[in-house]
């Protein structure tokens, strides 16, 4: 995209600056609260990692509309009837309001706030777009990282996805949620630049190919990388490299295995390696992997020593989208809250600011979380959701990545096994405080009554 | 991300520019052939519809090293042992090759090169991860598209999935490639803006919500929005709000339903619209909609006269990834072309610059795709791939976004039913020429044995 198009305020639906133009020109002046949060997990998920508030909050510090933008709005049919003065509203649009956020890195669950703005009506309304695809699918690929992570029970794992990501954007903000999720780095240079995370390569089958004589390319590589390098074993015949790898006294510190029989090759390499002196030589898998592969690949011996994860992770292959839902919970005017709540088939929405109180056993594994009121205070849970922006400013910076990566690691391990499992997850327990199902019934009886 | 970012040359995997240092310090000075194909569809998938080359060739136009990008790679250990020269090499950088593509809009196959890169090695290696990503991503959204267009019959669809999506760029291309697949238009008005797709709406439950009474609600959207406006009915009860349209006389372009059984719903709706003399108000369907639910729904007489499209068509959720690959096909010095072909497991890839030839049944469809070598040409056959860039220059500008639209949705209908049905689509055949296999067998001796 342009480099306009990627900071655009016009990266957002319609209906939601129609739905402003509505509300400036009927003179809605309340303050609106409005909550993020998945519906539901997708079946193979028993938890998500929240990530992606960064660059949510980034945005949010940062929106305005240019003069190209609304030039744009201007021409289309349907503000035919819009006065001039919304537009004038636009030029001068910054987002002033308020919002709260789990800290990235935390585990949360279906139906949990991942955060909620706070701001005048059209102020909040049409930063909802922007808002659920940058939070939902950063917190979808650290989740994703994360299960990995756990399949790999402390080896390394890399993020190599950026080429099946969806489009260039996307494969960086793939590698950095992989980063929180417990990845050691990225193949993107672009994520390593703009975010600090480690960056890894290897080389690829074209470059073995290029030369005439494998032993020859290997030759090449390593004279420009002596240190730290991982030489690709599988174009033509991967032992017959190996014995090449031997044969020179080359010491890479990995070989490469890319595709066949990653078990039964992972074995014969390691023991040709260990045989021919080359201990210290690691073994480094990937081709198709995923936390399914990587756990099987282990709990059958595999001596491998790390993986390279690409396409399941960068676009969470099994499951590649969230129910991210961002509703309508209150107003506030001068004259109050008025509490609001959704009661669509199937599709009910609790009413009111919330707080996630999180319970902990004793030996500080989650016991159970309750969504509550804002105002309630529930004795010897953690409170998750927290202020970060006032007045459309954060008020403190933003935690370095490898502290939302630390975060992750040692909350993840707080999370029932039974929850936490690959397949079929148990349901983590969330309810609703009995306040907050009071106030529900109570704004059903008001809203539904009164249409 | 940042506006930097979004344009930035190291949206490529770091192993692309180690192994342009390991090109470069040993003088590398051949020319690289790289095809860029899908392996082999998903298992629902039975075409593709090749998109994204728009967004490919302006980055190749554009794509330079700026010297912050050119310093951090400095920065990087890996580096250590590459001299000043080579970072020298990438401030001047521009890339100068040809390039031959599958046009937009065409349906494609597994195997079938949608595009071809001729440059000098680094040139062509470097570019790798970007040019998957476009083009596999916007291919994948816009086959999803024809899919759910193609169970549409004829029935608008647009596409609503930017909240899903990956990213916020991810949303804009993919309303890109929906509606190069047969999407009417997208809610995103990015990809409004950027690229003259017509942009759509409705109103949000919040808006409903905000307002004390339905009715109320309706009303001020109506005073705003008096022409082509879509009323969403299901906040409380979808009937009662039909009722209350009609009561008030208000005469929308639609009422959306978006929750609920849309099939008994829209019956009703339907039915209580004509009667209350609303023949001209049709009936707009969303919620989890896909192309199997859209068929499901018209084969039982559902009565909807638009469909919104989301999550599904967005990431292209039911196979959310392709098995994009950029594979060397030749090396071109002084002395001659060198073939290339890669052998390993089970990953077996023809060597040599291709061209694809489509045959033709007498009454238009199409019969079998023969991939062959470039220098072949096939009596009665079309060409597929053609030339687009000389020089890192485009050599024609680029067609309309619905000059593109028409070429797929005419294109589509010629594929053989039983290829393009949405269950268990069969294989369409695509054969490799005796000549291209003679090659392969002939690259297969000489690489192998030379091991």
């Known amino acids: ?49 929240a990530a992606g508030l960064d660059q949510a909050l980034e945005y949010l510090e940062n929106l305005q509309f240019r003069e190209d933008e ?57 930063v909802e777009t922007f808002l659920l ?54 193949s993107n240079l672009e994520a390593g630049k703009h975010f600090g995370i ?102 059958k011996g595999a001596p491998v020593d790390s993986f390279g994860v690409g396409t399941a992770l960068a676009t969470s292959k099994d499951a590649p989208a969230l129910s991210g839902v961002y509703k309508l919970v209150d107003l506030e005017s001068e004259a109050g809250i008025s509490y609001r709540a959704k009661f669509s088939h199937e599709k009910v929405t609790y009413p009111g600011r919330k707080q996630v109180y999180r319970f902990h056993h004793p030996d500080g594994t989650f016991r159970e979380d309750v969504i509550a009121c804002e105002s309630e205070s529930l004795e010897g849970a953690q409170p998750l959701v927290e202020c970060v922006m006032k007045n459309g400013k954060r008020i403190k910076a933003a935690p370095k990545l490898r502290e939302i990566q630390d975060r992750a690691r040692e909350e993840r391990m707080k999370i029932p096994a039974d929850c936490a499992r690959l397949r079929e997850p148990q349901k983590y327990p969330v309810t609703f405080s009995d306040r907050l199902r009071a106030l529900l019934r109570a704004v059903h009886k008001e809203m539904v009554v009164k249409q």
């Open 198 to 299: 480690p960056v890894f390569g290897t080389l690829a089958h074209s470059f073995v190919m290029a030369y005439d004589d494998e032993e020859d390319a290997f030759q090449r590589f390593i004279n420009i990388f002596p240190e730290r390098n991982v030489l690709l074993v599988d174009t033509y015949d991967t032992m017959a490299a190996i014995e090449k790898i031997i044969r020179n006294g080359w010491h890479p510190a990995a070989v490469r295995l890319d595709s066949g029989n990653l078990l039964a090759l992972s074995k014969l390499a390691r023991k040709r390696l260990d045989d021919g002196g080359l201990r210290k030589t690691e073994i480094f898998a990937s081709g198709d992997l995923d936390e399914f592969a990587i756990a099987e690949l282990l709990a």
């Open 1 to 49: 995209m342009s480099e306009r198009s990627c900071r655009s305020a016009l990266l957002t639906d319609l209906y939601e600056v129609t739905m402003a133009a509505a509300y400036f020109e009927n003179g809605f002046s309340d303050k609106a609260s409005f909550e993020l949060f998945v519906r539901s997990l997708p079946k193979e998920r028993g938890y998500l990692i």
């Open 133 to 186: 695809s940058t939070l939902t699918f950063q917190s979808m690929i650290a989740s994703k990282a994360a299960r990995v992570a756990s399949a790999a029970q402390g080896r390394t794992i890399i993020e190599f996805g950026s080429r099946r990501a969806h489009g260039p954007e996307a494969g960086v903000l793939a590698a950095r949620a992989a980063y929180i999720g417990g990845c050691v780095g990225t």
């Open 70 to 126: 609304i030039a744009y709005l201007r021409s289309q049919p349907v503000f035919r009837n819009v006065r001039d003065e919304f537009f004038e509203y636009l030029k001068a649009f910054r987002f002033t309001g308020e919002v709260w956020a789990v800290p990235e890195g935390t585990p949360v669950f279906g139906e949990e706030p991942l955060l909620r703005v706070t701001a005048p009506m059209i102020e909040a309304q049409v």
